[in-house]
């Protein structure tokens, strides 16, 4: 996946294009006369300074538009805050979520054969009271409001698919709209939040594959329609890795693979420490078979074992953290733990900025993910990425009123990234992107064109 110094500045370029932007502020009526603080000022401001900043003050932002040549007050950007600029603001965040999106994917032997991989999780960020009635929370003693992400990653091309707001008090099984995202031939990681039978049979049916975790108490059946003693499968086969074909489902009797990965003794007394805990806190009991399987790691797939055997399953599906990586990225690094302000529309405006950044930074660290020759075991650092990309933000903000100077301060900015940007050499265990490189030797798979490049660009 080639680093393309001249596709991100052209892509930076049309998103921030002031009368594009103006555009989309009168479609929204956020701009509805002429004013110093035109849509795209606005737009610079929020975004650059939720970039440079985990905490944005009014003050932030009359800098940074002061920046581009207006000059206001931190009461007249307060001014212009309302539930215009949240919907112009919400509508960007769009635009931004459908044009920083690569098309080159990892040259990856061992997902060759798959169109695309899908990650799907969310995530829960508690917000101020003040938004409860837009996004309810879960009650008790956390916040009344919170807002669920609804976070679709796809893993070739290293862009976000989807990111949908719903409110933090909706379960996940419930949420199904990531099914419409699914193409034929892709693999989809589905995290156990969103297990239902039903859902895995519309992915089958779209002609495309899942990997997901399996519900405890989930109807298992031979081919033939008789009942699975899952247990007593497990425990005749001590501790060596297992798969069997089933039929999942008392209803829908979905023919797929169950793959079991026993796991080591530590692993499996914490999963079992954490289930008591939790069956304590409701106030249920709890079996001594299902203790028993939580010595197993449990998944389905109707991915063909020609196209993923049970030895590159777990490397496959190591893949799914990634995303548990991006969530922490955006609480720690990303400022969505620091929202200000006490209006709903202050809030919600700076939260749509705040994921304008976070797409971006997405769009930035895609190509960086896997290089190659020397530097092939190298693992980019998201934190490091953004430290970096918050010390150019306002300088970004500012080269965007004069296009000449952007490549080149990108240039800039990912030679710092190549010096400072990837973590420290892995001397014992490679990092997912390379593990992934080599398996096309361990497993002996034909070696896709992309992977004889040589180091990216920047790297030379």
């Not at 603080?37 to 800098?63: M, Y």
Request: glycine share 6%; charged share 20%; net charge positive.
């Amino acid at each position: 996946m080639k680093l393309d110094l001249s596709t991100l500045g052209l892509c930076l370029k049309r998103f921030f294009e002031p009368q594009w932007v103006q555009t989309m502020a009168r479609q929204s009526k956020f701009v509805q006369r002429v004013s110093a603080l035109s849509g795209s000022i606005f737009l610079q401001a929020w975004v650059f300074s939720c970039l440079e900043q985990s905490q944005v003050t009014l003050k932030h932002l009359a800098q940074s538009c002061l920046d581009l040549g207006v000059v206001i007050s931190p009461q007249g950007v307060d001014e212009r805050i309302n539930g215009y600029s949240v919907q112009f603001m919400e509508a960007m965040f769009q635009e931004g979520l459908a044009l920083f999106r690569h098309q080159q994917g990892l040259p990856l032997a061992i997902l060759s054969q798959f169109t695309a991989l899908n990650i799907f999780d969310s995530t829960v960020i508690t917000l101020p009271a003040v938004l409860a009635a837009a996004f309810p929370g879960c009650g008790g003693n956390a916040s009344p409001a919170s807002v669920k992400v609804q976070l679709g990653l796809e893993f070739l091309r290293g862009h976000f698919k989807q990111l949908a707001l719903r409110p933090g008090k909706e379960v996940d099984q419930s949420y199904e709209a990531y099914l419409s995202l699914i193409e034929a031939g892709s693999l989809n990681l589905i995290d156990l939040g969103y297990f239902k039978v039903a859902s895995l049979q519309t992915i089958a049916d779209r002609l495309a594959y899942f990997l997901c975790p399996y519900l405890a108490k989930t109807g298992l059946l031979t081919p033939q329609g008789e009942p699975i003693d899952l247990l007593n499968w497990l425990q005749s086969a001590a501790t060596q890795p297992v798969e069997r074909t089933v039929l999942l489902g008392s209803q829908h009797h979905l023919p797929c693979r169950l793959l079991a990965f026993p796991l080591t003794q530590e692993a499996a007394d914490r999963r079992r420490y954490k289930a008591k805990q939790k069956a304590k806190r409701e106030g249920k009991a709890i079996t001594k078979p299902h203790l028993a399987l939580l010595g197993w790691f449990i998944l389905v797939s109707n991915v063909p074992d020609t196209m993923l055997t049970l030895a590159q399953v777990p490397r496959v599906y190591r893949i799914r953290w990634q995303i548990e990586l991006t969530f922490k990225l955006w609480k720690s690094y990303g400022g969505l733990r620091h929202l200000a302000g006490w209006r709903q529309e202050r809030l919600l405006t700076e939260l749509y900025a705040r994921l304008i950044g976070l797409v971006l930074t997405q769009f930035l660290l895609a190509p960086l993910r896997l290089p190659f020759g020397p530097a092939a075991n190298r693992e980019v650092s998201p934190v490091q990425v953004r430290k970096i990309l918050q010390r150019f933000a306002r300088l970004l903000n500012q080269a965007l009123l004069t296009p000449d100077r952007l490549l080149p301060l990108l240039q800039e900015m990912f030679s710092h990234i190549s010096r400072f940007g990837f973590k420290d050499k892995r001397r014992k265990k490679p990092n997912l992107y390379y593990a992934l490189h080599l398996a096309a030797y361990v497993f002996s798979l034909p070696l896709p064109v992309e992977a004889d490049l040589d180091l990216l660009p920047f790297l030379a």
